[in-house]
C-alpha cells in the first residue's frame, strides 16, 4: 500500500515537474498573454488592454523599425515597458524637448534600440533614458486580444513621420 501511494505521488511529481517545464518553455520562447498598462501608447493600445507577444523576434533579431515591445525597464527592472522602436543600432535618431524648440540628433549604438510611446507627450521612453539594450526586449506585440472591438492585429503608428531610413 505505501509503495502505490509513493508511486503514485513521484508519477504526479514527475507529471508536474514536465508540464512545468513545457509552459515554462513556451512563455519564454513563444509567448504569451500581457496586460498593458499606462496611456504611452495611446491611441494605439489603451490603458489595460490585453495583448499577444511573440518572443521568438528577439531571439532572431527579428525587431524591426514600428514594431511594438515588451521590454525590462531601464529605469525599474523590475518592471516592463511597453514601447514601439523607433530605431535600430547605426540609426540617426532627431530627438525634441517637450516643448519643440531644441533639437538634437542621437545615435543608437550597437546592440540597442530607441523606444518611444505612440503618446509622445505621456511617455517615459528612449528620449528621457536613451537607447536600451536589445537584450532588455522580452517580446514583440502584435495582436491585440482584448477589448474584443479592438480584436485583431494592431494598427500603424500615429507617429509614422518619426521613423527614419538614413
Request: glycine content about 10%; charged content about 20%; some cysteine.
Amino acid at each position: 500500500m505505501l509503495r502505490g501511494v509513493l508511486g503514485k505521488t513521484f508519477r504526479l511529481a514527475g507529471y508536474t515537474i514536465q508540464y512545468g517545464c513545457i509552459a515554462h518553455c513556451a512563455f519564454e520562447y513563444v509567448g504569451g498573454v500581457v496586460m498593458c498598462s499606462g496611456p504611452s501608447m495611446e491611441p494605439t493600445i489603451q490603458n489595460s488592454d490585453i495583448v499577444f507577444a511573440e518572443n521568438l523576434s528577439r531571439h532572431f533579431y527579428g525587431i524591426q523599425r514600428g514594431d511594438i515591445v515588451i521590454a525590462k525597464s531601464p529605469s525599474d527592472p523590475k518592471s516592463n515597458i511597453c514601447k514601439r522602436v523607433i530605431g535600430l543600432e547605426g540609426d540617426k535618431i532627431l530627438t525634441t524637448s517637450p516643448s519643440d524648440i531644441f533639437k538634437n540628433c542621437s545615435y543608437v549604438p550597437t546592440g540597442h534600440v530607441w523606444l518611444e510611446g505612440d503618446n509622445l507627450q505621456n511617455s517615459t521612453d528612449s528620449r528621457y533614458y536613451g537607447p536600451i539594450p536589445y537584450g532588455l526586449i522580452r517580446g514583440r506585440i502584435f495582436f491585440k486580444i482584448w477589448p474584443f472591438r479592438d480584436f485583431g492585429f494592431l494598427r500603424d503608428s500615429p507617429n509614422g513621420h518619426r521613423f527614419s531610413d538614413d
